[in-house]
């Protein structure tokens, strides 16, 4: 079993920053991918930033140039710095972890951005 934690959500107004952690813990011994994903009221879950076990990292066109995922492999841990948010960025944000086709998530942390 994998468990994710996730931290570093909250209250900033636009134009601010935030850096969200996840750190994984448990049987890990072969991550595919690990990143966020993030739900907005009222919309489906979609993909924020992820990387590959090889090191490749893929980011939704949204939030290119604002969003660096990076990650601590010692650690387990994943880290997306936000830049420059902005309202429609307020979602719940959730860290996800892929090893062996199997997919785990964290509880999800609250990101809410201020106009």
């Known amino acids: 079993q994998v468990q994710l934690v996730e931290s570093g959500g909250g209250l900033v107004q636009a134009g601010g920053s935030l850096r969200l952690s996840c750190a994984a813990s448990?049987?890990?011994?072969?991550?595919?991918?690990m990143g966020w994903y993030r739900q907005a009221p009222g919309k489906q879950r979609e993909l924020v930033a992820v990387i590959t076990g090889g090191g490749s990292t893929n980011y939704a066109d949204s939030v290119k140039g604002r969003f660096t995922l990076s990650r601590d492999n010692a650690k387990n841990t994943v880290y997306l710095q936000m830049n420059s948010l902005a309202p429609e960025d307020t979602a719940v944000y959730y860290c996800?972890?892929?090893?062996?086709?199997?997919?785990?998530w964290g509880r999800g942390t609250q990101v809410t951005v201020s106009s």
């Open positions: 996800y972890l892929s090893q062996i086709a199997i997919g785990y």
């Open positions: 448990g049987s890990i011994f072969s991550i595919n991918a």
